[in-house]
């Protein structure tokens, strides 16, 4: 059974910067296709990065582009959302979430594909 667990959330001001982490427990985390969304309230869940298998290929929303990069660690089994420039409309509560069989043409089904969520993780960022 995969499970995946965030980290690193908080409160931080306008301008600054947090690290998300996302530990994953169980199954071949190496042909996960891994996958960070947000939903901040009253507002739909969104993308924001999405990362390939061996971490070669990512991807991002326009309004995280250059400020947020998805890395991951297949040795560790683990995924991480390093967020700089952060603005008061970051404010969510952040997911990683994984498609543990990763199709071709995967990034354009999101989120359809994954099928298993972390709990979530709180990004407060004050103006």
């Known amino acids: 059974q995969v499970q995946l667990v965030e980290s690193g959330g908080g409160l931080v001001q306008a301008g600054g910067s947090l690290r998300l982490s996302c530990a994953a427990s169980g199954g071949t985390f190496s042909r996960f296709v891994l996958a960070w969304f947000r939903q901040a309230p009253g507002k739909e869940r969104e993308f924001v990065a999405g990362?390939?298998?061996?971490?070669?290929?990512?991807y991002y929303a326009d309004s995280v582009k250059g400020r947020f990069t998805i890395s991951r660690d297949n040795a560790k089994n683990m995924v991480y959302l390093q967020m700089n420039a952060l603005t008061p409309d970051d404010t969510a509560v952040y997911y990683c979430?994984?498609?543990?069989?990763?199709?071709?043409?995967?990034?354009?089904?999101?989120?359809?594909?994954?099928?298993?969520w972390g709990q979530g993780t709180q990004v407060t960022v004050s103006s």
């Open positions: 979430a994984a498609d543990r069989d990763p199709q071709v043409g995967w990034l354009r089904r999101l989120p359809k594909g994954l099928d298993v």
């Open positions: 990362i390939s298998e061996s971490g070669a290929s990512a």
